[in-house]
């Protein structure tokens, strides 16, 4: 059986590979979040853990378990941290996870390690993890880290197709038409697209407001509609995604 | 389509649940840890999620994401952390991953949480990221947790049976005959009963040196055999395990 | 004499207002981190409080010392924290500076908070810093905080003007066009634009690399051309920042 | 133009001067702490680097931004931290604060770094600060670090003269001669002498209570009288501390 | 005079037998915790310390101050710490505790550390402690560390005699016939034999409870009785652990 | 048997005392640091623990077990943390130290608390844990705590007596008169009179330097000669030392 999943690999085989193969390994960054009516709670680690597998399978890597809770959400690009079910944690607590398994991937031999975060929110508690692993390694350590947010893999091209009315931007895109499509294409029994909510896009001012303005947000969650999703454009999307993602692991890594 | 688990369900859905049914919800603790040549890595987290869904079946629960990540791994317990491919955190932010997802769910409105341990290790470090997630929440909260090692609820007469030479204790229990014959139980696709090893089960001595004497632990990682394992010991126990926590958990938080 | 800025107010003339008017302070949160050869390393700082004291003379508000120093410089927005100069806090360091200054705040009794923010890298752990805090603080506080980065105030028009080829979008605009007009509008005597690099606009991949890929970003720091910077552009980007900042202040503090 | 402020200059132009001069950087401590009616509370900050400011000028050196937040105020040397307008940090941030800015001066090649303290109560976190800086730097790193309490260069024979009656010692010398004459030295426009009260000096007994006990101390903050305070004071003071700092600093890093 | 105590010992007499003599020092592990009517709150402490103290006189070794306060006492092994007078620390700073006195010892040249512990909650703390100690010295370090409970050097005969129907296990061992039969042996003054009491045996399941359910644990807080304990008794496990731990202190620092 | 040492009472006895009596608990707060040739390492702890004994035997108190580590010595009041013995925490993990043991002792009902500092560079971070557990008991915890460094409660007419020649001041106290003459009267055993070294008083500049120019240290450790010490004027100080607080106690704590 061939698996990309660590998890599902002994550490024999483990072991073997990273020493015989230097593969890429990459750590999806996930959250448990509120995706609206129509999505699962575990939307942004699911699918980057499917994007994960997918990459890995194109370029000999392997998929680490996905950090399943992330930081706290935001009104603005994930609802809010007052939704039922979102389950986030501290900054600091994020940062020292993600600095603890670098820390233990460099142990392992790893040398090229992908970081790719499917919460916009973690994004910066990332980096800083990634920075003090890092600097406690020191200079001579030998692993190189990518970190990136899957999204920002879509070309323009695929953006101007997939919205042909125009890209409302990734701000507004939370349980919207990317994640909606990204998960019919690749977990659709998870998907209630009967219960997609008819929301108008959400209208945020240019700062933010603590305690959060939770009227600001619709009530489903849902920050731009989802209307238009499908299985098709999910596919597009991932292929973007997994052959961009693919193309600089290639070129940074030179695999 | 009926899920017990968390990441599977809509916000929506699981508010539902939380409001109406105040469900158990069980939080499985795991590690990435060695587990010898015929086990994956990710066997605690794996089995930790196996047994908190089955008991959640039974009593109405959900399962929320399991901790994929867990402390690091001794050798007279896990081998050691120096196996290539045990990936472990450091005792502070497994304590803060624990504190901050108690929190959370006390914020949910969840009234009852048990902490499925299925890394020796851990349990500790669970122990007072719940202790600090209670302090913080007050004396009012609601909130009732329960934690437990699965191990503990296999009876003797099982553990007689199962060890007909004389059970060797949990201590050794690592990568043997109650998690192998567990996993051959929930998940045999992932157990390769080809590769397990000879090795003498490992004698220990009453204390423990750091830096790790690496040479006490057998070079297999698994510190006493698995041989004799089965599916048909691991449904037992693992209908013990689940009997008993279904068991603990109508007793404790009176359903 | 009548100042905006609090380090200048006695505690007792600072306590009158705080008591009998309510006002609106502002945090300025810059950083230390290198502008090119043209801009001075206070760049971040030194502009967030000549805003923060414009937009206070203007809603009666008070400015209190700024955040000097921020979080690490990243190659694709600020040029990254290799550049000598750039002096930078860790994550956990600017999450409690941000705490500890808004529970202080908060017990001087100021009930509506304005975190200005002139250094792109703060911004997620200035947001924690906030979220702390009014854990802390308890549902019965009656602080509000407003968090914003000052650039987003500037219209589209203006935008549309100041870059008649249409604008690089704000990750580019590090010591470039933006904050080189506003420096001449607001402290002249520290623009040296005969230095204005002519380097190309940086051109980054959607991902980043660490450590650091330093040949990604111009040797001068500033990530696209300064030319064209002018003293009115600044007063035209200012105007609209300040009004923004003064508009929203009003509206969400019901000034 | 020539500035020994760091905040003014461009990185190309610090960078130049810490390679080719290896200038003392000087990093002022100052906290944003009530002074009296008469005394911003600035105070400290401003002291701080007005004295970086004149000693940097003499000896070719450069001043960082200061740190314009200090630790908690103690009744008997700051007045107590329940005054209104006293922002304070906690110990733990303020350590952090100095080890990240020593850990990045140490980066830049400075190799002669002197903290000058204007804050009492921020003596032992800065000394913490600085001591886990260096332990993270190793035993190879060429930074030197000089740490001062400025009032501590005052001459005996200055203090005689400037306390005829005797001098009370530094412990209430908070807003009082010293303070306010070095202010009427370096900044008078900033200082309300006709608002400086007349309350007798504190009298303190020999331990500390917690919750503090307020009633010790005069409401108006002050701990022993500012009459009698000169420009001329203070201009002697700020000689003897300008003089004395710069002759340290000559001897211990060999100018 | 001659003794084993660090602290009677001048820093010259302690620094001329760390260097000439490579002894083993030895760190006593404690707490300050509810023991039952009968024994003091400090028993932890003192028996760790005194059996210490008669290892070092064996082994020519030195014994540092004891660390007084260790975790928080849990109902199934110390009664929990609901208890009046049990003093606990949080686990992080216990392992902040154990980190700093490890890189202290290694920092005085010490190669051979053992730190005994004799509070069951302590070990996983203590544990962690000396690994991010000895991470942060590095791999060229010579130091080596043994971590232990002190009861786990009572040899399978011993138990027997002591207990000739049928030994509880250590779990239940909390103020009961090993400790205070140890006590009796060591510091029989501070045993109140009149005061045991005739509580049964607890009997806990197979899991924990958060809050503690105090109704588990019997009001005098001992978990099965101390009745038949005696300064016999206690001089026989005394010698079993005393000669166990000299002699795995021989074997491991090669002495 | 009538014992003031907490870790001697059983909790039963201690949890009488508290709750009938209300009985002031002292905290003596020490270290493990070198003090000379002729005195041990163990001189802060032991004598803040003699005080606290003789004090709380005057006014019917309690004595918790001694903080044996304290904070880094430093080279001007307890000639610095390279010598060999010295053994201390970082600022931090005091600051946890305490924070814990006094929320501890708020938890039993202790509304009398003494903490009583017998090393100098304790004394900013047992404040700063001191707040903290304050703030975390919040405003309406009946606990009320005093802080004290013991050589304070000296009167003036004790110091002209014990130095006919001038007190050189507490900074050069250390390992010298006062506290030599202390452990002559309290503990005369661990004093070794002979090895008193003849070192000339230590002559600091008005900064501090580091990494700490040791050379500004005498070898002994010793910063002023212990020439002169006596158990005769150990008597009187600590007469004067217990006079002082056990009246500060009954004023503050209206005994």
């Known amino acids: 059986m061939t698996t990309v999943r660590m998890d599902q690999l002994s550490w024999v085989e483990y072991a073997r590979r990273v020493s015989e193969e230097s593969p890429v390994v990459f750590l999806p960054c996930g959250a448990t979040e509120q995706h609206g009516p129509h999505l699962p709670l575990g939307t942004d680690a699911l699918l980057a853990s499917a994007l994960c597998e997918d990459v890995a399978a194109r370029v000999g890597g392997l998929v680490a378990p996905a950090l399943s809770y992330g930081y706290k959400s935001q009104p603005k690009c994930g609802g809010g941290n007052h939704f039922c079910g979102t389950t986030s944690l501290d900054g600091q607590t994020l940062i020292a996870l993600v600095r603890d398994a670098v820390r233990e991937f460099a142990r392992h031999g790893v040398t090229?390690?992908?970081l790719v975060d499917g919460h916009y929110e973690n994004q910066w508690f990332v980096t800083e993890g990634i920075e003090l692993?890092?600097?406690e390694l020191g200079p001579t350590a030998k692993l190189q880290v990518m970190r990136l947010e899957h999204w920002d893999f879509c070309s323009e091209q695929?953006?101007?197709d997939v919205f042909p009315e125009g890209f409302p931007g990734f701000a507004l895109e939370h349980a919207a038409v990317i994640e909606t499509s990204l998960m019919l294409h690749y977990l659709p029994n998870l998907?209630?697209?009967d219960l997609i909510p008819n929301d108008?896009?959400?209208?945020f001012p240019p700062y933010d407001m603590y305690p959060s303005r939770t009227e600001w947000v619709p009530p489903s969650g849902v920050l731009s509609s989802a209307k238009g999703s499908s299985a098709e454009k999910g596919a597009r999307m991932a292929g973007d995604i997994c052959n961009g993602i693919a193309q600089a692991v290639r070129k940074e890594f030179a695999l």
Do not use: E
């Open 200 to 203: 108008p896009p959400a209208d």
């Open 158 to 160: 695929t953006l101007a």
């Open 133 to 135: 692993a890092l600097r």
């Open 112 to 114: 090229r390690l992908v």
């Open 191 to 193: 998907v209630r697209i």
